[in-house]
Each structure stands twice: as structure tokens, then as C-alpha cells.
T-cell receptor
Framework: AQSVTQLGSHVSVSEGALVLLRCNYSSSVPPYLFWYVQYPNQGLQLLLKYTSAATLVKGINDFEAEFKKSETSFHLTKPSAHMSDAAEYFCAVRGAAGNKLTFGGGTRVLVKP | DVKVTQSSRYLVKRTGEKVFLECVQDMDHENMFWYRQDPGLGLRLIYFSYDVKMKEKGDIPEGYSVSREKKERFSLILESASTNQTSMYLC?????????????FGNGTRLTVT
């Protein structure tokens, strides 16, 4: 069975500082990997996805993530945090043959002025 | 743009009531999903449907059922609501067959069972 672990349920960063959100997955087949963001009182929006092309994936709002097979990781970064990045972020994995998406527990990001 | 619409943003129901949560998508997606979201647990899959009248259990189906009579509509049913079903419920849809296609989510229904 697939599983996703997000290290840290809460992360606090200063405006302008690097944002780093960690995600590790377990999957018995080559995965599709996703990062979603959820702003208050909204559903989830896709930030970026990895689908076995380039290992460094760029998404919206200057977010990017790097797929590292040897580490089974797909960490999300943004060079400079903005106040509008305050939200909850979810990492998710889907096996190549399946329909089900398995989510991590989420990381809530607080951005301090 | 894909639009997934959940009919209610907030619902308050009493223990033992039968509850219907409705979801409609406008992009002719084959796959539809119901998740519940709880703090610290992320999203957990309740049921999904890969076509009309087809359904499959997710990870936590107990206490729930679903209905998909038309392609665009996927309903989640709580046969007899209980307080431990108080949660945020998220519906999503996805295009079948497209490599790595993402889920598109509705804005959620926050259900409180008293």
C-alpha cells in the first residue's frame, strides 16, 4: 500500500525566507507525485506534479519540487516566502496503474512579517 | 477550467439522520471521489467511482454509501449520521486515462453532527 509522510504539521517562516516542506513516500510502482495547496475555506488546488519527466518540477507561484528516487522524497521549496503563501500544503502519491491518490497529513505554513 | 460544485458549504445534522452530500462536475470526467479531511490526518478516501453506476470502496467506507446515476453527479450518503462523522468532506473529479492527471476539488462541505 502507498503511504505519504510529511515532516512537520506546522512550519513558520519569515516573509522573504526560504520555504521548505518535506515529503517522503512509499510506493511499490513508479509514482505520480503531487503537491496541493489549500487556502482557508477552500478546496485543494494543484501546485505541481511529477509524472516521470524532469525530476525538478516547477509549479505555480514560484514553487518547485525535486523528485529523488534514491531518497523516496519529493520536497517542496520556494525561494522567498510571501504573506499570501500562508496555507496548508498536501503531498500526494498515485501509483501508475491506480486511480487512488494517497495524501500526507498536511503541513500548515505560517508566514511572519 | 474544471468546476466541481458541492451543494452545501455548511451542514448541521442530528445523530441518526440520513444525510446526503451532493457533488457536480462540469468537465465530463469519468472518475469522481469523496474524501474526508480531519486535522493531522490529511485527506482519507471514502469512496470513488470510475464510471456511472460503478463504485469502489476507499480506505474508510464504513458508515457511508455513494450513488452515481449520472456522470456529472456523485452523492455521498451517511445512512445514520454519528458524531464521529463530523468533518470536512471534499469531492473531486479526474479525467480517466490521462497520464498523471490531477484531481480537481470542490470547496468542501463542513458537516457537524450533534
Amino acid at each position: 500500500a502507498q503511504s505519504v509522510t510529511q515532516l512537520g504539521s506546522h512550519v513558520s517562516v519569515s516573509e522573504g525566507a526560504l520555504v521548505l516542506l518535506r515529503c517522503n513516500y512509499s510506493s511499490s510502482v513508479p509514482p505520480y507525485l503531487f503537491w496541493y495547496v489549500q487556502y482557508p475555506n477552500q478546496g485543494l488546488q494543484l501546485l505541481l506534479k511529477y509524472t516521470s519527466a524532469a525530476t525538478l518540477v516547477k509549479g505555480i507561484n514560484d514553487f518547485e519540487a525535486e523528485f529523488k528516487k534514491s531518497e523516496t522524497s519529493f520536497h517542496l521549496t520556494k525561494p522567498s516566502a510571501h504573506m499570501s503563501d500562508a496555507a496548508e500544503y498536501f503531498c500526494a502519491v498515485r501509483g501508475a496503474a491506480g486511480n487512488k491518490l494517497t495524501f500526507g497529513g498536511g503541513t500548515r505554513v505560517l508566514v511572519k512579517p | 477550467d474544471v468546476k466541481v460544485t458541492q451543494s452545501s458549504r455548511y451542514l448541521v445534522k442530528r445523530t441518526g439522520e440520513k444525510v446526503f452530500l451532493e457533488c457536480v462536475q462540469d468537465m465530463d470526467h469519468e472518475n469522481m471521489f469523496w474524501y474526508r479531511q480531519d486535522p493531522g490526518l490529511g485527506l482519507r478516501l471514502i469512496y470513488f467511482s470510475y464510471d456511472v453506476k460503478m463504485k469502489e470502496k476507499g480506505d474508510i467506507p464504513e458508515g457511508y454509501s455513494v450513488s452515481r446515476e449520472k456522470k456529472e453527479r456523485f452523492s455521498l450518503i451517511l445512512e445514520s449520521a454519528s458524531t464521529n462523522q463530523t468533518s470536512m468532506y471534499l469531492c473531486a473529479s479526474r479525467l480517466e486515462g490521462a497520464s498523471g492527471s490531477p484531481l480537481h476539488f470542490g470547496n468542501g462541505t463542513r458537516l457537524t453532527v450533534t
